[in-house]
């Protein structure tokens, strides 16, 4: 089945660096995508989504970023912080699709260097 | 916190018993998500109720089942438990019954099969 994957399973910065974090995904009918932050022992936080008629969509600190053309999404964390420090989740949805629910990649871990 | 909270926090059972996850929504959110977290596989969707109704349906094995109550919280039941079923089992809730909404996570519960 069509999935949805990682570039880097493990991301290291320093404090106040900023952090972009890589998904590829492989279904193009995909048409809406969020990012979800886990931290350890905690469920996955919604971050920030985007639908597939925007290239870019900005939040407080983060950015998005989709290039439908390489089917590629990204994460953009500005001045990272220690508080950062968590595996982020790219998901994906096809609306028409006859799975219909979110399939979430493997995850990448950030750690934050003070 | 997400306003979704899951009981117990952790189990832990030994091969072939039955045990019962249980999860309270979102005040207001009347689809409930579950999902299996595990190392290998990620976060894996199991199954979604709306409303008391099976909505959606992922890779939920036949020995797992769910159910949606009246007052919408929600129960997750795995039963001949084997030492593959150790993983963190989710539940998640969204406003509405569309399957790829932006959705709202527990603590997890943390199961342990010996």
């Known amino acids: 089945g069509e999935s949805v994957g990682l570039h880097l399973p493990t991301l290291s910065v320093q404090e106040g660096d900023n952090s972009i974090i890589n998904c590829a995904y492989s279904?193009?009918?995909?048409?809406?995508f969020i990012w979800y932050k886990q931290e350890s022992g905690k469920g996955p936080q919604f971050i920030i989504d985007?639908?597939?008629?925007?290239d870019k969509r900005q939040g407080q600190r983060v950015t998005v970023l989709l290039n439908k053309t390489v089917k590629h999404l990204s994460l953009q964390i500005a001045a990272t912080q220690p508080g950062d420090s968590a595996v982020y989740f790219c998901a994906e949805a096809s609306y028409g699709g006859s799975q219909g629910n979110l399939i979430f990649g493997k995850g990448t871990k950030l750690s934050v260097k003070p | 916190d997400s306003g979704v909270t899951q009981t117990p926090k952790h189990l832990i059972t030994a091969t072939g018993q039955r045990v019962t996850l249980r999860c309270s929504p979102r005040?207001?959110?009347?689809?409930v998500y579950w999902y299996q977290q595990s190392l290998d596989q990620g976060l894996q969707f199991l199954i979604q109720?709306?409303?008391?109704?099976?909505?959606a349906k992922g890779n939920i094995l036949e020995r797992f089942s769910a159910q949606q109550f009246p007052d919408l919280h929600s129960e997750l039941n795995l039963s001949s438990l084997e030492l593959g079923d150790s993983a963190l089992y989710f539940c998640?809730?969204?406003?509405?019954?569309?399957?790829?909404?932006?959705?709202?996570f527990g603590s997890g519960t943390q199961l342990s099969v010996l």
């Open positions: 998640a809730s969204s406003a509405s019954r569309a399957t790829n909404e932006k959705l709202f």
């Open positions: 005040s207001g959110d009347l689809s």
């Open positions: 109720y709306y409303n008391g109704e099976e909505r």
């Open positions: 279904n193009s009918a995909s048409d809406y």
């Open positions: 985007i639908r597939s008629n925007m």
